[in-house]
């Protein structure tokens, strides 16, 4: 008999607005959970890492998606399902350095990814 998995939801996904996925890969050497909110380097060919405002790299500095999955990228480059648009919680989003939801949120809503406040359950 097969091993039964319990769901639990993680209330990342926040409301109606249509979810456009694509897939992305991530830059070796990240161990990045569902929900993190990524940017292009492009020193490294465009691969994906966690968005840092505070990055001396332009690019790492502006969000692109989120990631849909967790990804193990310790060992090497990995290719993850990324979240391109959609409406998402904000205490379910991961940023990089200090950054918060505030530091982004017109970047990402200029790429129809909305942050939404909601009640913790």
């Not at 890492?49 to 692109?64: E, K, L, M, N, R």
């Not at 480059?77 to 982004?104: I, K, N, Q, W």
């Amino acid at each position: 008999m097969a091993d039964l998995e319990t769901y639990t939801p993680d209330n990342l996904i926040a409301g109606d607005f249509p979810l456009v996925t694509g897939d992305g890969t991530i830059l070796t050497g990240q161990t990045l959970v569902r929900g993190t909110v990524l940017a292009k380097d492009s020193g490294n060919d465009n691969k994906l890492v966690i968005v840092d405002s505070a990055s001396g790299t332009a690019s790492i500095q502006a969000p692109v998606a989120v990631l849909a999955q967790d990804v193990d990228a310790s060992a090497g480059d990995a290719v993850a399902p990324l979240y391109l648009a959609g409406e998402f919680t904000e205490r379910s989003l991961t940023f990089g350095g200090t950054d918060t939801a505030d530091t982004h949120r017109d970047a990402l809503r200029d790429l129809s990814i909305f942050i939404k406040k909601t009640v913790a359950a």
